[in-house]
């Protein structure tokens, strides 16, 4: 028997759609409970922000790891609203300066660089998203870089790091992803930055 069926994205896809329901309905319990006045303390913070920060998670990961679908759009808001989203719980500052919706596929990728890039700026930076025609240009800055040269290397190459833990299943789905799309990835870096273009 053969097929096509890419099983991990589907999985992925299914995952996302199944969670996103239900940590929006505690979001919106956290609402209520704030409309009668009860909601106050560190305590209620601390929750509504790991809320807040799953839900941005949660649809992060559904285009990241879900089917790429290459059709569909994705608009600038929706795009802005995850990267917000993300932003209090992360030591990495992004710039998303691309207007206009993208196509699913192509935000995947974009999407995946930057988890990529969170692995090598553990002590924070800056991150800036453009796009020039077709191409795009993402580019990590920090003063106290780690980049792993297991993970980058092969990827530069096009190809697919060896023995990847799931923590850094990214660095293969972003060349992979590169390939099916028919483009090339580059990769230029430095000491203090990493810029990948596809």
Not at 79 to 90: E, F, K, T, V
Request: proline share 5%.
């Amino acid at each position: 028997m053969s097929h096509n069926t890419d099983f991990a994205a589907l999985v992925g896809s299914r995952i996302c759609h199944d969670l996103i329901s239900p940590v929006g309905a505690i979001g919106n319990g956290l609402e209520l409970i704030a409309l009668t006045g009860d909601a106050k303390g560190p305590e209620m913070e601390m929750i509504s922000d790991s809320v807040h920060n799953a839900n941005a998670r949660i649809r992060l990961f559904r285009v990241a790891f879900g089917q790429p679908g290459d059709a569909q759009m994705v608009g600038e808001a929706e795009i802005q609203s995850i990267i917000q989203g993300l932003a209090p719980s992360s030591r990495v500052s992004t710039y998303w300066e691309v207007e206009g919706a993208v196509t699913r596929s192509e935000l995947r990728l974009a999407f995946l660089a930057l988890m990529c890039f969170d692995t090598a700026m553990p002590f924070g930076g800056t991150v800036t998203v453009t796009k020039d025609g077709d191409k795009w240009l993402l580019l990590a800055e920090s003063e106290k870089l780690r980049a792993d040269e297991a993970l980058w290397d092969p990827i530069s190459k096009g190809d697919i790091p060896e023995d990847l833990v799931p923590a850094k299943v990214q660095f293969g789905l972003l060349p992979q992803g590169v390939s099916m799309l028919g483009r090339q990835l580059a990769l230029q870096r430095t000491e203090m930055s990493l810029e990948v273009t596809f």
